[in-house]
Structure formats: C-alpha cells, structure tokens
C-alpha cells in the first residue's frame, strides 16, 4: 500500500518538464525579435568580414574559430551567417539550461534541490531573455559560458575546471583575473596542480597562436585595450552623462577608433584617471586575495565561485570600456552559483551553520536579481534607446535615467558581493581562528638559567646579556631541541586583517592623491612619477650607463647611487608581462607592501599583541606619514618587508633565514648595513659559538661589499660611491650638525607645514627609541635606534627625512599596544582612522604641493 506524497507549488514548478517548456516560451520569444533582420545588425555583419576578408587584431585569435566553423559549414551572406551565429548560441543555451535543470547532488535534500534548481534556472531564463541581442549576437557569451563551466567543475574536477579558466582566458582576456581564486595554500599541493593547469592551458594555446600566426598577433589584443577614451556606458562616466543631459553643449559624443562609442569634455581627464585607479586596484585586490589563500588556506570551491563573481562585478564597475555584452560575462557564473550547494565529498557538511547558509544564499539571491534587472536596463539602452545618448544627448530623460539605474545597481551588487565573500570567509573559518582563546598556547614555563659559559664575554655584559636572553624575542625557544612550532615565521598573522589593510590603505592614498592632483593641475600617474622614480625607471629600461636622465655628465655619475634591486625587478616585470615599467614598479611595490604588513603582525604577535592590537599596530606602522612611497618605484616597500622578516627571524633565533632576509637587503639600499650590524650583533649575543649563524652574517655582507666596490671602481674620479652622494645630495656622515640646525631653524623660522613636520619626526623618532627601550624585542630595537642614527647624523636633502625614517615607525608598535590597554577599543580607533587620513594628506601634500624632493 503507497501513501500519495503531496507536492508544493515549488516542487511543481521545478519539474523538469516544466522547466523545459518555461526556457523553450522565453528563447521564442526572444528569437522572434532577434531574427528579425539579423543582416542589419552591424555586430554579425563585422563578423563576417572577419572571417572572410578583413584582420580583427582586437580580438583573441582562439574567439574567433567559432565564426570560422559557421563561415566553414556554407553561410555566406550576411543574413545566413547571422542566423547561423544565434542558432550556435541558442544550442549553447540550450546545453547550459540541460545542465541547470538536469543536475544533481546526492547530499542535498529533495527540498533544497527544487530550490535551487528552480531559483536557477528562473535566474537564466529571465537572463536570457533581458540579454536579446547582447547574449545572441555578440562573442561574449563563448568564454562566459567557458568560465560558467568551470566553476561548475570546481568541486569535484578542479583541475579540468582550472584548465577550462585557462581555455576561457585564452579567448578574452577577462578571466585571467579570476585565475586568483585557484590560489590555495602554498604547502598544499592541490593549489599547485590548479594553478599549473590554469597555466598549461592558456599557454598551450598562446604557443599554438604564436606558432600559427605569430607572436604579433599573440598581443595584439592588449595594445588594442591601451587606445581606447571613456565609453559612455561605463561607470566613471556616468555623471558626465547627467551633466551633459543638462548641458549637452559642453560635451561631445563621438564614434571612435576603438568602434565604441566615447565621450569628450569636462571632467573627461579626472574620470579616466579615477577609472584606471579602480581598474588598477581591482588587480591589485585580486593579488591580495592570492596572497591572502596562499598563506591561510583554506580553499574552496564556494569561495572561488563567491570571490569570480565578485571581482567580475567590480571590474565591470570600474573599467572605462562597459560595452553591453560584457553584462553576459555574469549570466552563466551566477546561474551555477545559485544551483551548486558546494560541497566535495560524500557525507560533508556544507560549511556554517543554518542561519549563516541563508544569509550567504539570500545574498546571492539579491546579487542575481540586481544582475537581471540591470542586464534589461542594458538591452533597453542598446539598442533601443542609444541614439538618445550617442547623438541626441540632452533630449530625452529616460535613457539616461535607465543608464544611471543600472551603473548604480552594478556598483552596489559589487559592494555586495565583496562583502558575502568576507561574510562567508569569516562563517568558513574553523572556531579555533576565530577564538583566539581556544588557540593561545599555555604560557611557557620559566626556564632555568643557562649554565655559564666558560669562554663569556667579559663579566660585565653577563647581566646584559642575560636580560637579552629573557627578552620577549626569546620567549619562543624554537632555537633549542624540543617541539617546533609548526607555523614558523607566519604565527600570528591575520591574512584576511594584512589583505584589508594593505588594499584599504592603498586606496585612501591613491585617492587623496588623485584629488589633490587635479586640484593642482597635474595627475596621479604624474606625481607617482615625481623626483628619484625617474632614477629608477631609466635604470630599468636602460642600464646604469646608458640611462636617459639628461644629467650634468656621464649618466652613471647619477645612476649609480641607487642600488639595483628595485630596477632589475621592475625590468624583468617588464620583460615578461609587457607592462610598462611605472605599472610594473606599482604592482611590485604592493605585494612588497602586503609582505610588510604581514611581518608587522608577525613581530606584534612576538610582542604578545591580541589581535585588536596588532591590527591596529600594523594600521599605525604601514599607513604612516609619507607612505605613498610605497606606491612609486622607491625601495621604502621592499626594504622594509626584507627587513621585519629579518627582524622576525632574529627574534624566533632562526639564523639562517635571517641571512638570508639580511642579505637580499643588501642589494636593496645603503642602509642595509645597519640591518647587517644589528644582525651581527644578535648573533654576538644570542649564538655567539654557532658556526653556521656567523657563515649567516659574512654572507650577508657580500651584496653591499659588492656593489660598493663596483661602483667606486666606476666613479673613481668622482671620489666613489660616497663622493657622488655628497657631490649631488649633499649627502655626508657629519655626526648630526646639520639634523640638529635644521631643526632648530624650523621651528623658529619655518612657515610651511611639510617642513615643520619632517622636522617633529627628527625630534619624535629619538624619543621613541629613547620611550621603547626594553619594551620591545632586542633585535627589533636595535635595527630603530640604528636606522635613526644613521638618517639623523648624516646631512642631506632634510624634507627627506620622514621617509627615510619609515623604517623605525615598528616602534609604534609597543605605543599602540599601550594606547590599546589604557584608553579601550573606540578612542584607538577614532585616533588610527585619524592617523590614516592625516599620514595620507601629507603623503599627497608633499608629492602635489611641496616643492622639494622626498
């Protein structure tokens, strides 16, 4: 005997058969508008001269075998060929809908599965029918559906999935971003084999490209991308729009060489400028979040997913080109997002608990709704109301209005979007790193004092050295036999903290940059390219030697002083990704920046920071005054990384890594040697009779004994390295004379602000040497009071000193920390956001305003 089960309205609805009659009604009536005069769509029509007769080096030559397969099967007049493309694109529709109706997973539930089901194959029916022409007639949908398809595959088959990615990128170059979410932890050897797959594939491709129709053609794509002005459907041009609407003389609209159509008029400069900005920090958002997993681990397939759509939101929001068929890059993530429930073995529990997958689910609910209004918005502006903006701006009102609704719904389905990702980054996080009380080790039991060495010192730096020995850089015996603690140098670093950090306060900098830029007539590209950038640059694209500077003499004279780290990087930047050299010394400097601020929680949590403090320790340190340097080709970003890793290993008495750190420092800038000195000096201290240690130090030494000796060989007549320094930077060892007038003289004479400051940080950094004595780790005190004495006891170019002084801002750490305990959590916060805003004032202040070199 049966008993009937009764079924829900959505049971019913998300019957296949159902299903399959709803797509069938919606592609008629699509294709009932679209077929309608196919010939007259110019779109199919350039097709068609492609494959026939004409070169189209703005395309991928691989998106391009799928017009040569219909040209090859007898199409050949323009009707004919533009019937035989949308009945390609509606078969992959249709593939893509079996997929979404006919898919299954085991570990859901009957419930769950009519849900998601229904909820999307709903989304990518409604998609496909706001979409029309832009889904049918363009190429888009080829490496969308590519990339959909991945991420289909991503828990089960991730590295079919990741080898898909790498075809899709081969056919646009737009996936390749999305290439970030394959990170996984480095020690993971699943992330690795998803990354050589993503790189096997797009180089399999570019090789057989290169090989079938030369390199040139490789590249074409990306030169054709650096050409083209503002589109007027992008997003930074959005208030242009409006503004031309109700002053339509002072713009003009125009079809260009790119064959889109752009704008031209006010504001045309600052919005190029604050669209590359965006376009260039969602890149640098995407290395984030590699490094992020690299480190952390901990990936997934739902995080990839998340973080692909995410970042696809945002580059759309932030690109200067927003054509309409870049809305179909969406359509097939999304719908597979909204149908896998992400999971990857057999009795796995999805991740979070009830309440937590709701609010994740919910979230991408509203994320693909806001997507399928804003793609009808798209269809309505082209191509049914375009002429209303392209050659009649000022006319009518509802194409701008309908244009304005969907720019806005994009950028807020991009700020939602991110914020699921954290959202589900903190749900997926196992409770142990999200209560740091269950992780904290019991406190280390007191050890009992070594036995003293026969061969000590002298007996009057036994105290001493005992006080360094119980310092807290020594409170972790990882130096001794006994359990190692497994996390190594990263204890205590929050990826997901570093990534915010380092992405939110780049992002402040560059924008006060930017505005105080234009407000004096220049632009940010301009003042990142200010004072020794020349130096550096010129070296990387012409050698020390024959370096375009335009100098008084040889161009080495000048080229010299600056040490080689920086400009063979950027150069081999160059070399292999054809990025220019100012872009490449950017994107160096940034992950420099990321690795820094890592090392300031790494050296917090040696100082027995809670998290709070150290987040807020490495706000202070990374974000302070004069930190715009880190965006320009300077070495401020890699030496100060180098040197807080090596200052990290000292402290964990890992002596070979911190060689190693020291010594890469030496190829980096003069002040190495203090770095050297102090390195020498803990390992006098701390492993005075390790062989090894001492190889260590003597090693460390060998870069900048190196190039010193080859740069003096060259400017003999010039008196050497030190000779050039003091020949043209009035740079010289005179025991602090000039520091101390300076400073004096400011502070009686002085009237601008740049100067008064730079003259308070010369007072301010010896008092806090002098206020961090035994209150941080030895070597890490060691390394400020060094670097400050070097800097203040030497002459030179004075408005210099703030950033020649970064280096010591780790000793704001233990103030922090103070500051933390006393005053609570709020007051702390209020003063950091403080010190943000002014340290990025004065960064841009004294790139846009102050007349004299930093």
């Not at 019937?83 to 979404?100: K, P, Q, S």
């Not at 990354?195 to 040139?216: D, H, K, Q, R, T």
């Not at 190029?272 to 890149?283: C, D, N, P, R, Y």
Request: proline letters at 6%; glycine letters at 8%.
């Amino acid at each position: 005997m049966s008993t009937a089960v009764p079924v829900s309205p959505r049971s019913a609805l998300a019957y296949p058969l159902t299903l399959w009659i709803a797509w069938a009604a919606s592609r008629l009536i699509g294709l009932a508008i679209v077929t309608q005069g196919t010939g007259a769509h110019p779109e199919l029509d350039y097709y068609l001269d492609i494959v026939s007769e004409t070169e189209a080096p703005e395309y991928p030559v691989p998106l391009l075998v799928p017009l040569t397969w219909i040209y090859a099967l007898g199409p050949s007049t323009q009707p004919e060929f533009g019937r035989a493309f949308v009945y390609l694109v509606l078969i992959i529709d249709g593939l893509i809908t079996a997929f979404l109706i006919h898919f299954r997973n085991p570990r859901a539930n009957a419930a769950e599965s009519h849900t998601r089901r229904l909820c999307a194959v709903g989304f990518w029916i409604l998609f496909g029918l706001s979409a029309g022409p832009s889904m049918y007639m363009r190429l888009d949908i080829f490496p969308a559906v590519l990339v959909g398809g991945a991420l289909a595959l991503m828990a089960q088959h991730p590295r079919s999935a990741s080898a898909l990615l790498g075809l899709a990128t081969s056919l646009k170059l737009w996936p390749g971003i999305l290439a970030a979410g394959l990170v996984g932890r480095w020690s993971d050897r699943a992330s690795w084999y998803r990354l050589a797959s993503f790189a096997a594939a797009l180089l399999g491709m570019a090789g057989l490209v290169a090989v079938i129709n030369g390199p040139e053609r490789l590249i074409s794509p990306l030169g054709y991308q650096g050409d083209r002005g503002l589109q007027i459907e992008s997003i930074a041009a959005t208030p242009l729009i409006i503004n031309g609407y109700q002053h339509p003389d002072h713009y003009y609209v125009g079809l260009a060489v790119s064959k889109s159509y752009e704008i031209e008029g006010p504001g045309v400069d600052a919005a190029l400028t604050f669209a590359s900005i965006g376009t260039a920090v969602t890149l640098l958002l995407a290395v984030a979040w590699a490094c992020y997993r690299l480190f952390a681990g901990r990936w997934s397939a739902r995080s990839t997913a998340h973080f692909s759509i995410a970042i696809l939101l945002l580059l759309l929001a932030t690109n200067k080109v927003f054509s309409p068929q870049y809305m179909v890059w969406l359509g097939p993530a999304v719908a597979v997002t909204l149908l896998q429930p992400w999971t990857t073995r057999r009795g796995e529990e999805l991740n979070g608990t009830p309440a937590q997958r709701y609010r994740s689910v919910r979230g991408m609910y509203l994320i693909a709704a806001a997507v399928i209004v804003a793609m009808g918005l798209t269809t309505y502006v082209y191509p049914f109301a375009y002429d209303e903006i392209a050659y009649r701006l000022g006319g009518e009102w509802a194409p701008v209005a309908a244009l304005t609704i969907r720019n806005a719904l994009i950028l807020a389905a991009a700020i939602g979007a991110f914020a699921l990702v954290v959202v589900d980054e903190h749900n997926e996080r196992p409770a142990s790193a999200s209560n740091p009380e269950e992780t904290r080790k019991p406190a280390t039991p007191p050890t009992v004092p070594e036995q003293r060495d026969k061969n000590r010192l002298a007996l009057r730096f036994s105290a001493w050295r005992r006080s360094v020995s119980n310092s807290p850089d020594t409170t972790h015996k990882l130096g001794t036999p006994g359990k190692r603690d497994t996390q190594g140098l990263t204890r205590g670093i929050d990826w997901a903290a570093v990534a915010l950090i380092t992405f939110a306060g780049s992002a402040i900098r560059l924008l006060f940059l930017a505005l105080m830029a234009a407000a004096n007539g220049t632009s940010l590209a301009d003042e990142l390219g200010a004072w020794d950038t020349e130096y550096y640059l010129a070296i990387a694209k012409d050698g020390y030697f024959d370096a375009d500077i335009h100098p008084e003499g040889p161009p080495h004279h000048h080229t010299l002083a600056f040490f080689p780290a920086i400009p063979m990087m950027i150069r081999a930047i160059h070399s292999v990704t054809l990025m220019s050299p100012a872009v490449a010394g950017f994107a160096l400097n940034f992950v420099f920046l990321f690795f820094a601020t890592a090392a300031v929680f790494a050296l917090a949590d040696r100082m027995k920071a809670s998290r709070f403090e150290a987040f807020i320790g490495a706000v202070a340190v990374t974000c302070a005054p004069l930190t715009i340097v880190f965006h320009m080709p300077y070495t401020e970003a890699l030496f100060m990384a180098l040197s807080f890793w090596a200052l990290v290993a000292m402290v964990d008495k890992r002596w070979i890594v911190a060689g190693v750190f020291v010594t890469l420092t030496g190829f980096v800038r003069l002040t190495a040697v203090d770095l050297i000195a102090v390195f020498g000096l803990m390992v006098l201290l701390q492993a005075r009779k390790n062989w090894k240690a001492w190889i260590a130090v003597a090693v460390s030494a060998l870069p900048i004994a190196g190039y010193l000796g080859w740069a003096n060989r060259h400017l003999a007549e010039m008196g050497g390295y030190f000779g050039i320094q003091a020949e043209f930077w009035n740079s010289e060892f005179d025991y602090g004379v000039r520091s101390v007038t300076w400073v004096i003289e400011r502070m009686l004479t002085g009237e601008d602000l740049a100067s008064m400051f730079a003259a308070t940080s010369m007072v301010v950094v010896p008092l806090l040497v002098a206020v961090t004595w035994k209150r941080i780790p030895w070597a890490v005190w060691f390394f400020s009071a060094a670097i400050a004495t070097n800097v203040l006891l030497s002459d030179g170019i004075m408005s210099s000193r703030p950033r020649l002084l970064l280096p010591t801002a780790i000793l704001l750490l233990p103030v922090v920390m103070w500051c933390a305990r006393k005053l609570g959590a709020r007051p702390v916060i209020l003063l950091s956001g403080g010190w943000v805003l002014f340290s990025a004032w004065y960064s841009a202040h004294m790139l846009a305003v102050f007349p004299h070199a930093i």
